[in-house]
């Protein structure tokens, strides 16, 4: 079945260096691709999402490139901030089949120190 | 304002008792989702309705049941068969298409006593 794997955290940086969470999927069909941020007790907010194969997703200065040759959707960030501490969940949805169902990774946890 | 309301925040459940969690959306979304979410943990998927009247099992429905008597509302019962059902509880929902974005609500906390 359908599944997204990112790579496990605490991801610890100082503020303004430069920011990759990796993720990789699997997916029978032409998934949709999504990153989600979660702040402490708090639901999930989208932060970007892509379509299709090299679409590009971005928002607050965060990118990810759909890129099917190697099944990835890195999250990336020029210089992060203190306030970026937070926790992300790479995720999919695949409606080939006719089923809107969303399959998450397991989350990393970001920390930048000041 | 649109978006998704859980209630209540906080929930404590006693041995034996059933609990339910309220999902209400205004977002005229089909389909609506309940997550379970563990400490350090992802998401698991409970159930899912993408209509009115129709629900499915998720991955860890057992000891859990919902209903969908209207498309703007997802109640999720948590029963005595769920030994641990100390987590934080999620509910999302999202139009039916591709690429549609699954929007969250501001999730529920039960604790058992």
């Known amino acids: 079945g359908d599944s997204v794997t990112q790579m496990e955290g605490p991801v610890t940086l100082s503020e303004e260096a430069f920011l990759t969470i990796n993720c990789t999927y699997t997916?029978?069909?032409?998934?949709?691709l999504f990153w989600y941020v979660q702040y402490p007790g708090e639901g999930l907010q989208l932060l970007l999402k892509?379509?299709?194969?090299?679409d590009k997703g971005s928002n607050k200065g965060f990118e990810a490139t759909y890129r099917k040759e190697t099944t990835s959707f890195h999250l990336e960030k020029g210089s992060v901030q203190v306030s970026d501490s937070a926790v992300y969940f790479c995720?999919?949805?695949?409606?080939?089949?006719?089923?809107?169902?969303?399959?998450f990774g397991t989350g990393t946890r970001l920390k930048v120190l000041a | 304002d649109g978006g998704i309301t859980q209630s209540p925040k906080y929930l404590f459940r006693k041995e034996g008792q059933n609990v339910t969690l309220s999902c209400e959306q205004n977002?005229?979304?089909?389909?609506m989702y309940w997550y379970r979410q563990d400490p350090g943990q992802g998401l698991r998927l409970i159930y899912y309705?993408?209509?009115?009247?129709?629900?499915q099992k998720g991955d860890i429905a057992e000891g859990y049941s919902v209903s969908r008597e209207k498309k703007e509302s997802f109640p999720l019962t948590v029963t005595s068969a769920q030994k641990n059902p100390t987590a934080f509880y999620l509910c999302?929902?999202?139009?039916?298409?591709?690429?549609?974005?699954?929007?969250f609500g501001p999730g529920t906390r039960l604790l058992v006593l």
């Open positions: 997916a029978t069909g032409y998934p949709s």
């Open positions: 309705s993408q209509i009115v009247n129709d629900f």
């Open positions: 892509a379509t299709k194969a090299d």
């Open positions: 999302a929902s999202t139009k039916t298409g591709v690429g549609e974005t699954q929007y």
């Open positions: 995720a999919l949805s695949d409606t080939t089949s006719g089923t809107y169902k969303y399959i």
């Open positions: 977002l005229n979304h089909d389909a």
